[in-house]
């Protein structure tokens, strides 16, 4: 197992590192979706806005990355480790 550091972009421009263990095979939207909570749009039939969208701690996600624990490099799969 891993850890990686997962950064999420939320409205407000706000900017949060989360760290995120991941297992042998997993991706950055494996992690990605460790943390975060989908949230359906009630008003979806009544306006242009899209169905739903994810949300970290009531705050709505407009980005996300993975970056290894150095913070150097960009994470995208886990090979074995």
């Known amino acids: 197992m891993k850890t990686i550091i997962v950064i999420l972009f939320l409205s407000g421009i706000q900017k949060i590192e989360i760290p995120v263990k991941v297992e042998p095979g997993e991706f950055c ?3 990605y979706m ?3 909570t ?3 749009n009630p008003n979806f039939n009544n306006n242009d806005m899209p169905w739903g969208y994810y949300i970290y701690k009531n705050k709505p996600v407009f980005a996300h990355t993975c970056m290894e624990t150095d913070k150097q490099t960009y994470f995208f799969y886990n090979e074995g480790e």
Request: net charge negative; no cysteine.
């Open 29 to 31: 939207d494996d992690a």
């Open 38 to 40: 989908w949230k359906d």
């Open 34 to 36: 460790k943390v975060v």
